[in-house]
């Protein structure tokens, strides 16, 4: 089982940016590929960016494609996500998810293929 602890989050204006960050620990990093997700107040969870176990691969939503960046660094058991262009509209608890049932260098974007899931660091950006 693996453990994760986001964090970075925090208060920022319109066109900022914030990297968060999501700390593993209780198994090897490598073996599971990492997914963001976000969830606005009122709103169903939803998918953000994910990464292959290498980090060779990765995929975005539509919504933040050209403006986050999902990175890993194995050695370090921990997963990132650049946040740029920050819009109103990213306000949200954003969750790391891991899950080692994806096949190597894949990636997905479903909620139910993640079996563990940090508990959340909160983005707000003021317009």
């Known amino acids: 089982q693996v453990q994760l602890v986001e964090s970075g989050g925090g208060l920022v204006q319109a066109g900022g940016s914030l990297r968060l960050s999501c700390a593993a620990s209780?198994?090897?990093?490598?073996?599971?590929?990492m997914g963001w997700f976000r969830q606005a107040p009122g709103k169903e969870r939803e998918f953000v960016a994910a990464?292959?176990?290498?980090?060779?691969?990765?995929y975005y939503s539509d919504s933040v494609n050209g403006r986050f960046t999902i990175s890993r660094d194995n050695a370090k058991n921990t997963a990132y996500l650049q946040m740029s262009s920050l819009k109103p509209e990213d306000t949200a608890v954003y969750y790391c998810?891991?899950?080692?049932?994806?096949?190597?260098?894949?990636?997905?974007?479903?909620?139910?293929?993640?079996?563990?899931w940090g508990q959340g660091t909160r983005v707000t950006v003021s317009s």
């Open positions: 998810a891991a899950t080692p049932r994806i096949g190597y260098g894949g990636t997905d974007s479903r909620i139910r293929s993640y079996d563990y």
């Open positions: 990464i292959s176990r290498d980090g060779l691969n990765t």
């Open positions: 209780g198994h090897t990093f490598s073996n599971y590929a």
